[in-house]
């Protein structure tokens, strides 16, 4: 079974600075996706970012971006330029691209605070 | 752009009564799936519809049933509710044209008294 920890339970970063949240997974799976989705206080569940690990390349949208290490099996989200909207619990999460249909599995959780 | 639907957004129950949730996918996605949010913690996978078939099952209590209907809407069925069944109910849904990216639908607030 695949699991996922996120290390930092809390962090914090000054509005306008980068932050880097941390995440790290354990599969024998070669094929797979990595997300990070960000839930603030309404509780929505909103995708960030999405990795397929079979691309080398890190993917990148708009001030969010990843640093996938698939050898250490480590999966961090950068935040650049950081907004007070930014503000949320960030989940990381690891799919199986081996099946259809298959589940996500969460790490534990990184509450974000940005201080303006 | 449509999002996933899911209905009611709260519902409050006693125990051992009987509750459904309702979840309608983004248009021409084909997988449903359902998730269990208790307070303070991550999101725990309840199971998964294919194309109407089950194509995954996580921790769902013998209580509970689900199925996905030929519209592709799904209903999650909670029978002989307890006060731990209290949490945030999320359905998303994907489709092989999203790389199988999962969308979340807004959760029903679940509050069994």
């Known amino acids: 079974a695949q699991t996922v920890t996120q290390s930092q339970p809390e962090m914090s970063v000054q509005e306008a600075e980068t932050v880097t949240l941390s995440c790290t997974y354990d599969?024998?799976?070669?094929?797979?996706?990595l997300f990070w989705y960000k839930q603030p206080p309404s509780r929505q569940m909103i995708l960030v970012i999405r990795?397929?690990?079979?691309?080398?390349q890190n993917a990148t949208e708009n001030r969010f971006s990843v640093n996938f290490q698939k050898a250490a099996k480590s999966f961090s989200l950068k935040i650049s330029d950081s907004q007070l909207g930014d503000a949320a619990m960030y989940f990381c999460?690891?799919?199986?691209?081996?099946?259809?249909?298959?589940?996500?599995?969460f790490g534990e959780g990184t509450q974000l605070t940005v201080n303006p | 752009a449509a999002g996933v639907i899911q209905s009611p957004r709260h519902l409050i129950k006693e125990k051992r009564e009987t509750a459904t949730l309702k979840c309608y996918p983004i248009?021409?996605?084909?997988?449903v799936y359902w998730y269990q949010q208790g307070p303070g913690q991550d999101p725990q996978f309840l199971i998964s519809?294919?194309?109407?078939?089950?194509?995954d099952k996580g921790s769902i209590p013998d209580r509970f049933s689900a199925q996905q209907f030929s519209d592709y809407h799904s209903e999650l069925n909670m029978s002989s509710l307890e006060l731990g069944d209290s949490a945030l109910y999320f359905c998303?849904?994907?489709?092989?044209?999203?790389?199988?990216?999962?969308?979340f639908g807004p959760g029903t607030r679940l509050t069994v008294l």
């Open positions: 248009p021409r996605h084909d997988t």
């Open positions: 999460a690891y799919r199986s691209r081996e099946t259809s249909g298959s589940r996500l599995t």
């Open positions: 599969t024998s799976e070669s094929d797979y996706y």
């Open positions: 990795q397929e690990a079979y691309k080398q």
């Open positions: 519809f294919y194309e109407k078939m089950q194509s």
């Open positions: 998303a849904s994907s489709s092989w044209d999203t790389a199988d990216t999962q969308y």
